[in-house]
């Protein structure tokens, strides 16, 4: 008699097949028959502590590689807490593949032990999902998921597997392709480029923004050849900030709610803007309606929806960033001596202001600032960086130097607490000789803290600096500047003792009471490659993350430090 193969062993041998040597997951009742069909199959599985850390650290991993991560967890609950981990990583266009156990399809419709409508419920939220109801549709569905979490614009891809279809037998030989239509990317409208580049030349004061699409497309070199080759100063979105090097002269930084005054006035001057791989985020720019006023807009992305969704444009070019970026470069007069260098001059003259500023104030205790610049001596330039969500973040978002293009990786779209953690942990994963630092809030700390069991488990040494202020910083913030000083629902009156939490983890802890401490102690954790938890300790009552611009307003609008300001309106030489 001949044995067939479960559709679930078919599945497994495909992932084999196509390099895939280690997922991501949580086992339970619906998803044991893929559990089962991975023992003896050489695949790793790193098992989380809760879904929501798997899924965050597939994103991260994906962001790393350019690969999609499988993410395998069981019905009901352990799908659902997935949602936020596809939403992030839907906004912040990573490639992964969930893979959800299901109850078995004769119960649909039952309200079954932990059964749940995940596929209706993360609709909205993932490129593409997949019910599969024929065991003949598993082997193909998964190549389908892969082609479509990279294609283009990356993104998440959830392939919904009942538990008799998984076990059911089937002969490798009746799989069939699902065909996906997809959508031709067109090659690029060369009138539209050569307009672009005529706008562009004449142009007094062009700013490039650079949005997350820059680092999926690879056009680093490109956008940085064509800014120099215009002398074009370049601003970032949070998610851009990872695809330029900050220390580059024409790199400006992040306009917008917590970012770089330069930045800001930058976009406040310019009379044409080329933005690349950005959807025009509110965080960026402020007010869409201000953004657009006398302003000539450019937008390139390879996804045609966001082509006048946030902001409408004189010239929309969609394409990839690099080809894209590519043909601009060569339509450029070869003996142009195109300068914008008093402009360029202006803006370092405000970043050297704020700097001088900065560094004058004083200050008893730490500084985030400084506690972020301590930081950066110590990490090597290509170290990756990973962030949680708060006050932290826009300190990163203003302080923080990129040297190598990706190796910032942040929440920028969805703004998840909790993400620092697992993300360091899918970067070790997806890179383990290089250094691994989380720079965390203890708010978004203590939410995926649990992960902290993976380090020692499976030997990944990850350095997390807390930034201890016991409190939801950023929210205080907007509290006290926005609501009136009426303080509520966001200071940890007890919070647990983070050494005890390293200890119990098996980690090596420290509080620093100096910055030669913190140097000290991160630069030993760096060079013996040991993990190590860092506590801060900030002060809540001034850490006030400055500049500033409020939710909705523009960015002249900014509220400046205290015992600072500078005029961001150009006056000319």
Not at 19 to 34: K, S
Request: glycine share 8%.
């Amino acid at each position: 008699m001949v044995i067939m193969p479960r559709a679930i062993d078919l599945l497994v041998m495909e992932m084999k097949s196509m390099g895939v040597n280690e997922i991501f997951g949580i086992i339970g009742g619906q998803i044991m028959p893929f559990f089962d069909a991975l023992y003896n199959s050489g695949i790793k599985v790193y098992m989380f502590r809760h879904e929501q850390g798997a899924i965050h650290a597939a994103d991260a991993y994906g962001r790393v590689t350019r690969k999609p991560m499988i993410v395998v967890v069981t019905s009901g609950p352990g799908a659902t807490n997935l949602v936020t981990g596809l939403a992030n990583a839907m906004m912040d266009s990573s490639p992964l593949i969930a893979i959800t156990g299901q109850v078995p399809t004769i119960f649909f419709g039952r309200d079954a032990f932990q059964e749940t409508d995940i596929v209706g419920a993360t609709m909205p939220i993932t490129k593409h999902t997949f019910m599969i109801k024929r065991p003949e549709d598993l082997v193909p569905a998964y190549r389908a998921a892969y082609e479509i979490a990279i294609d283009r614009r990356p993104g998440p891809v959830l392939i919904d597997a009942p538990r008799d279809v998984q076990l059911s037998e089937t002969k490798s030989e009746i799989t069939r392709d699902i065909h996906i239509a997809k959508k031709i990317l067109p090659e690029p409208d060369p009138s539209l480029i050569s307009y672009a580049i005529k706008l562009l030349l004449n142009a007094e004061r062009p700013v490039m923004l650079v949005g997350g699409g820059v680092c999926w497309s690879g056009a680093t070199n490109e956008v940085l050849i064509l800014a120099e080759l215009l002398g074009m100063p370049i601003v970032t979105t949070l998610l851009g900030k990872n695809c330029v090097p900050s220390n580059h002269p024409l790199v400006m930084g992040t306009p917008g709610m917590h970012g770089r005054l330069e930045a800001d006035a930058a976009l406040i001057n310019a009379d044409v803007v080329l933005a690349v791989g950005t959807r025009f985020s509110d965080r960026t720019v402020g007010n869409f309606n201000e953004f657009r006023r006398g302003r000539r807009i450019i937008h390139i992305d390879i996804d045609p929806s966001e082509i006048g969704k946030n902001v409408k444009p004189e010239v929309g070019i969609v394409g990839d960033a690099k080809t894209v970026l590519s043909a601009m470069i060569n339509l450029v007069p070869k003996a142009l001596e195109q300068s914008h260098e008093a402009f360029i001059r202006w803006l370092r003259s405000i970043k050297e202001s704020y700097e001088e500023y900065r560094n004058k104030v004083p200050f008893s205790g730490f500084a985030p600032w400084r506690v972020l610049k301590v930081l950066r001596e110590v990490m090597p330039p290509h170290a990756i960086t990973t962030t949680g969500v708060g006050s932290h973040q826009m300190w990163c978002e203003l302080h923080w130097d990129v040297y190598v293009p990706g190796t910032f990786i942040t929440s920028a779209g969805l703004g998840t607490m909790g993400f620092g953690i697992p993300a360091a942990l899918g970067a070790k994963i997806a890179k383990p000789d290089v250094p691994v630092l989380d720079i965390d809030g203890d708010g978004s700390f203590q939410m995926t803290m649990q992960n902290l069991a993976l380090i020692r488990e499976y030997n990944l040494p990850i350095i997390i600096t807390i930034f201890d202020n016991s409190t939801l910083m950023l929210v205080r913030h907007w509290q006290a500047m926005l609501y009136s000083k009426r303080i509520i629902a966001v200071d940890f009156n007890v919070n647990p003792d983070f050494m005890k939490i390293a200890e119990a983890y098996g980690i090596d802890g420290v509080r620093p009471s100096n910055y030669d401490e913190l140097r000290m102690s991160v630069s030993r954790a760096v060079r013996n490659n040991e993990p190590l938890i860092v506590d801060v300790t900030i002060d809540r009552e001034r850490d006030f993350v400055l500049p500033f611009v409020p939710s909705g307003k523009w960015l002249e609008e900014v509220i400046m430090p205290e015992g600072f300001h500078v005029d961001l309106r150009y006056r000319g030489d």
